[in-house]
């Protein structure tokens, strides 16, 4: 694994922190109320799905906006808004550990009949209880900075990236802080991060934030931000880190067999742990989540072009790439161009597998249908042709078990006329 203390040095081989900020992060106690709050308020989250079952809202399944006030009030940083019909973007602290709790995969989302529950991942749950405070914070963390994604929490993907944002948002900061007077002037910090970045530096005890009262119709109330010792040390370091390339760093922990803890879909645990483990050995071990196996038997699909569908089974060892023929073959469409599946996997983010032609996206012709470990009740977007973008909504409606007699492609039930795909003149065009 070559010398730990290495990472420590730039390529002029000077120290990327000064002693004093080495002492500190010595120093630096870490429990649930130390440097920040977030163990403890990520518990208060956990705890609350252990106790109630949460049906989560809308396509980008969010926290329902029933439950908001309640949680808020539990954390260690309740808000005061007074938005008439706040939702869980309105409580940046909300949001900020929801997408940690899902881009973690502690939790999932679980269809029962047409509701969709959060629900804990009892793998994941038991791993999270044999952590001690500072692995639960690492690996948070690294949550947060290496794996989480915009659109576990229904925001457009963000081509920066968290790391990049919140390194921006600290260069903006003087030594002695921001003042906000009006609420125009805070806007500013959502821009540059986010303001559930922002509440989440405060979280992870990077910087303070004084709240004010919200005004009537208006939300979180920002009127100063500070950066703390120990996130200046913190930034400096997962600046340099970030200057070596994320990427690099993942597969070099690949090549030193670092203690890691590996997920099928990509995550891993404990891949930065070289670079803190110096000042924190309490670091030892990683959230282990639960393996992603094979799901075998009928796929029933209902494929809808707007109020014309089809009903089809496919086998679980049918290529994605397949299952795109079917689907045109069902619409009687032809193969001549491009096409993306879309659909969120069990993190909450955005997946997108393409034609094997597209080389921007993963190839639909490297998964089998049951290697995608889809849930039912899961929405797949299908677009085809980006010309005329045709545009056709996929439910997994069942998973039955393997049968011979469904062991081919088949469609089951067909309802409405397939459209024309392509008009063949003017003529046709006006009469459309």
Request: aromatic share 12%; hydrophobic share 35%; proline share 4%.
């Given at each position: 694994?070559?010398?730990i203390?290495?990472?420590?040095?730039?390529?002029?081989?000077?120290?990327?922190?000064?002693?004093?900020?080495?002492?500190?992060?010595?120093e630096?106690?870490?429990?649930e109320?130390?440097?920040?709050?977030?163990?403890h308020?990520?518990q208060?989250?956990i705890?609350?799905?252990q106790?109630?079952?949460?049906?989560v809202?809308?396509?980008?399944?969010?926290?329902?906006?029933?439950?908001?006030a309640?949680?808020?009030?539990?954390?260690?940083?309740?808000?005061d808004?007074?938005?008439?019909?706040?939702?869980?973007?309105?409580y940046?602290?909300?949001?900020?550990?929801?997408?940690?709790?899902?881009?973690?995969?502690?939790?999932?989302?679980?269809?029962?009949?047409?509701?969709?529950?959060?629900?804990?991942?009892?793998?994941?749950?038991?791993?999270?209880?044999?952590?001690?405070?500072?692995?639960?914070?690492?690996?948070?963390?690294?949550?947060?900075?290496?794996?989480?994604?915009?659109?576990?929490?229904?925001e457009?993907?963000?081509?920066?990236?968290?790391?990049?944002?919140?390194?921006?948002?600290?260069?903006?900061?003087?030594?002695e802080?921001?003042?906000?007077?009006?609420?125009?002037?805070?806007?500013y910090?959502?821009?540059i991060a986010?303001?559930?970045?922002?509440?989440?530096?405060?979280l992870?005890?990077?910087?303070s934030?004084?709240?004010?009262?919200?005004?009537?119709?208006?939300?979180?109330?920002?009127?100063?931000?500070?950066?703390?010792?120990?996130?200046?040390?913190?930034?400096?370091?997962?600046?340099?880190?970030?200057?070596?390339?994320?990427?690099?760093?993942?597969?070099?922990?690949?090549?030193?067999?670092?203690?890691?803890?590996?997920?099928?879909?990509?995550?891993?645990?404990?891949v930065?742990?070289?670079?803190?483990q110096?000042?924190?050995?309490?670091?030892?071990?990683?959230?282990?989540l639960?393996?992603?196996?094979?799901?075998?038997?009928?796929?029933?699909?209902?494929?809808?072009?707007?109020?014309?569908?089809?009903?089809v089974?496919?086998?679980?060892?049918?290529?994605?790439?397949?299952?795109?023929d079917?689907?045109?073959?069902?619409?009687?469409?032809?193969y001549?161009?491009?096409?993306?599946?879309?659909?969120?996997?069990?993190?909450?983010?955005?997946?997108?597998?393409?034609?094997?032609?597209?080389?921007?996206?993963?190839?639909?012709?490297?998964?089998?249908?049951?290697?995608?470990?889809l849930?039912?009740?899961?929405?797949?977007?299908?677009?085809?042709?980006?010309?005329?973008?045709w545009k056709?909504?996929?439910?997994?409606e069942?998973i039955?078990?393997m049968?011979i007699?469904?062991?081919e492609?088949?469609?089951?039930?067909?309802?409405?006329?397939?459209?024309v795909?392509?008009?063949?003149?003017?003529?046709?065009w006006?009469?459309?």
């Open positions: 694994m070559g010398n203390f290495a990472h420590l040095f730039s390529d002029s081989n000077e120290p990327v922190l000064t002693e004093a900020e080495q002492k500190l992060l010595h630096q106690t870490i429990n109320k130390t440097p920040g709050t977030i163990v308020d990520f208060v989250l705890d609350l799905l106790s109630t079952t949460i049906e809202s809308g396509a980008n399944q969010l926290l329902p906006m029933k439950m908001l309640e949680l808020n009030s539990k954390l260690s940083h309740p808000i808004i007074k938005l008439k019909r706040p939702v869980q973007k309105s940046p602290y909300i949001n900020g550990l929801y997408l940690l709790l899902r881009a973690s995969a502690i939790c999932h989302i679980q269809t029962k009949g047409k509701k969709q529950l959060l629900v804990l991942d009892e793998t994941a749950r038991q791993s999270w209880l044999t952590l001690n405070a500072t692995e639960r914070y690492f690996n948070l963390l690294e949550t947060w900075i290496m794996w989480s994604n915009h659109d576990i929490i229904g457009s993907s963000d081509f920066l990236g968290t790391l990049s944002r919140c390194l921006y948002l600290w260069n903006s900061i003087p030594n802080g921001l003042k906000y007077s009006r609420y125009e002037e805070q806007n910090l959502s821009y986010e303001y559930h970045n922002i509440a989440l530096l405060d992870f005890g990077f910087l934030i004084q709240h004010g009262y919200a005004q009537p119709n208006k939300g979180w109330r920002i009127t100063g931000v500070k950066r703390l010792p120990f996130g200046d040390a913190m930034i400096k370091l997962l600046n340099y880190i970030n200057n070596q390339g994320l990427h690099k760093i993942i597969e070099a922990s690949d090549e030193e067999e670092l203690e890691s803890e590996f997920d099928e879909n990509g995550i891993k645990f404990g930065l742990k070289s670079y803190f110096t000042y924190f050995p309490e670091w030892e071990n990683n959230l282990v639960s393996e992603l196996e094979f799901a075998d038997g009928i796929y029933i699909f209902k494929v809808s072009l707007g109020n014309i569908w089809r009903r089974s496919v086998p679980a060892n049918l290529q994605l790439c397949d299952f795109a079917i689907i045109l073959d069902a619409y009687d469409f032809d001549e161009h491009l096409y993306e599946f879309k659909y969120k996997d069990r993190y909450g983010s955005i997946i997108k597998l393409g034609h094997p032609y597209m080389r921007q996206l993963e190839s639909s012709e490297d998964y089998l249908i049951g290697e995608l470990c849930q039912t009740s899961v929405n797949i977007t299908f677009i085809y042709d980006f010309g005329d973008s056709f909504n996929i439910i997994l069942k039955n078990p049968d007699a469904l062991a492609p088949k469609i089951l039930e067909s309802h409405g006329e397939a459209p795909q392509y008009y063949q003149d003017d003529e046709d006006e009469e459309e």
